[in-house]
């Protein structure tokens, strides 16, 4: 079993949707908690931090979960721009390994 | 400010070949990582350094040597190159307060 596994997609959604990716991570240990977003042949970039308590950055919701072991990530009033492979990212404690989800993929069509 | 830097971004290598792939970056992490991304398997750590002269393997680092003389530079060298390595490789900095990881353009490599 993978340590951080995602529906890797796609998911295909027209513009202005909701559309929600879930995450689940194998390590109870886990601290940290990320979402990055890579455009296609691009490098990964941060999206945002997961926090216990829940977040959002405008259209964007992180939530975490730890009694179920998932994390999540909603975004509303999907733009074209959003079209992008989305990673789940979890960094255990005290160290300094991060594990990296193979991503889902998002297309945001007209 | 360039960030992380990677050159170069494109090679094509004949197997046994050898070969370094230059990372630097310019915002005075302390940590540095490289990456090799493949289709379906997410981004897989091979090597990382906590500061200049420290180093560790990561998940697959067999095939792979890395040093890091200075905070700048964290180089990868392939010292017989494989089929099995053609892929996309990322480096990528981080400060440890913030835990967010800064990475370069990538370079993506073909064995032969």
């Known amino acids: 079993r993978k340590e951080v596994e995602q529906d890797p997609g796609p998911f295909n959604v027209p513009e202005g949707a909701t559309v929600a990716f879930n995450c689940t991570y194998s390590n109870s240990a886990s601290q940290s908690f990320f979402w990055y977003r890579q455009d296609c042949r691009k490098e990964p970039k941060l999206l945002m931090s997961?926090?216990?308590s829940g977040n959002e950055d405008g259209r964007f919701t992180a939530q975490l979960n730890r009694a179920s072991q998932y994390i999540s990530l909603l975004i509303r009033d999907s733009k074209l721009s959003d079209s992008a492979t989305y990673l789940c990212?979890?960094?255990?404690?005290?160290?300094?390994?991060?594990?990296f989800g193979a991503g889902t993929r998002l297309f945001v069509k007209a | 400010n360039a960030g992380v830097t990677q050159t170069p971004k494109f090679q094509v290598l004949k197997t046994g070949q050898s070969m370094t792939l230059q990372c630097a970056q310019d915002m005075n992490h302390e940590y540095m990582s490289w990456y090799r991304q493949d289709p379906g398997m997410g981004l897989r750590l091979i090597h990382y350094?906590?500061?200049?002269?420290?180093?560790d393997q990561g998940e697959v680092p067999n095939g792979y040597n890395v040093s890091r003389s200075t905070t700048e530079d964290f180089p990868l060298r392939l010292l017989s190159a494989a089929p099995s390595q053609t892929s996309v490789y990322f480096c990528?900095?981080?400060?440890?307060?913030?835990?967010?990881?800064?990475f370069g353009p990538g370079t993506r490599l073909t064995v032969l």
């Open positions: 350094s906590v500061g200049a002269g420290i180093t």
């Open positions: 997961v926090y216990s």
């Open positions: 990212v979890v960094k255990n404690t005290g160290g300094f390994k991060t594990i």
């Open positions: 990528a900095s981080m400060q440890g307060a913030t835990n967010e990881q800064f």
